[in-house]
């Protein structure tokens, strides 16, 4: 595998390098695009598709757009998850069926994804999905419509392919031939250098994202068990569902022999930088650490400072200095019979202190 590498198919759908996605420019603070993350298998009824209906307001008659190019059956797709948002209570859902290039430029089909209040993106191939619509009318709509404040979900690989940065194969295909692992650019929705691996747990994946991101240690890995959603807004991702998020971050690695591991040699690292996030809390992508470490060192950085109602009473001129005299002005106050005893007493207080 090389380093960022857009060369390469992941499992063979699709001969050539995929398109180049369309990126958008950088978001400005008010935007109201919201990403929901899927690692796979989802439940209809479960907390982390059910996210996605409420916020795409899909019981409230909120618009739906599903495309389901991702899959190898992708009209069989459309009619499962069609009774899956149906269970769910959306109402308003269209599938259009976009399985080839010439369909990703139908002006009507980009028009509908572009109007949606929410955009499902189904599983199957990532590769494929981006080779598809990157660059084409429905790509730009895409992008057009989590610009204007759309809220996107994507599982499985409708989840891996919304980052800058996509990864596939790396793995046994069905006939235990080991695929190519590959690194492309994907829609570019989700920034911080992030890369998505979905069924995490289940797949036991986590060798595989160590492997990405041995070899690209600026990215950061996340690794979304399967019907457990990372619902992105800004810069936050909070996680709700069954599972949990694993993040791997490589910057601070000190070594690693991933140009061997090529060559048969097993992976060796040291200071990579490992964290699970849990259902119920929240992970602040931009700084890659948990919200509740980032909030508690805030409040660390907040000076305590306590006061007294009011100020200490001013001494009495007259009143007599209670406080002790050096033992020179002692010396010199006693009479001559008393000097040394004063010196030897005021010595023998002073060897006390401390």
Known sequence: ??????????????????????????????????????GGACDPAGEAFGRFVELA??????????????????VGSARHWLEAFSGAGAAQ????????????????????????????????DQVHLV????????????????????VICGTSAGAAALTETIMAGGEPDEYGKMQDLHLGPGFGLLGFRAVIDTHF????????????????????GLGIDEDTAMVVSGHRGEVVGKGSVTFVDGRGVRYDNADRCDAGA?????????????????????????????????????????RSDEAPPERDPSSPDRRRAPASELAESAEPAEQADAVEAVTADDSDEG
Request: glycine share 12%; net charge positive.
């Open 201 to 220: 747990t289940q797949r036991r994946r986590l060798q595989r994202l160590f492997m990405v991101i041995a070899r690209n240690a600026d990215l950061m």
């Open 93 to 124: 859902v269209q599938m259009p069926v976009v399985d080839s290039r010439d369909r990703a430029q139908d002006a009507r089909v980009a028009g509908l994804v572009r109007d949606a209040d929410g955009i499902f993106l189904g599983g199957g």
């Open 266 to 306: 097993a992976l060796t690292l040291s200071y990579l930088r490992v964290g699970i996030v849990g259902a119920g809390y929240t992970l602040d992508l931009r700084e890659r650490e948990l919200e509740v470490i980032l909030q508690n060192r805030r409040e660390a950085c907040d000076p305590t400072i306590l």
């Open 57 to 74: 307001r899909g019981r409230e008659g909120g618009r739906i757009v599903g495309l389901t190019t991702a899959s190898m059956d992708p």
């Open 131 to 150: 080779t598809t619509l990157g660059g084409s009318r429905v790509g730009r709509a895409l992008a057009e419509a989590y610009a204007r404040g759309a």
């Open 1 to 38: 595998m090389q380093r960022q590498s857009s060369n390469g198919n992941g499992n063979g759908r699709s001969s050539g390098s995929p398109a180049q996605a369309e990126v958008p420019a950088r978001r400005r603070a008010d935007d109201r695009g919201v990403l929901v993350l899927i």
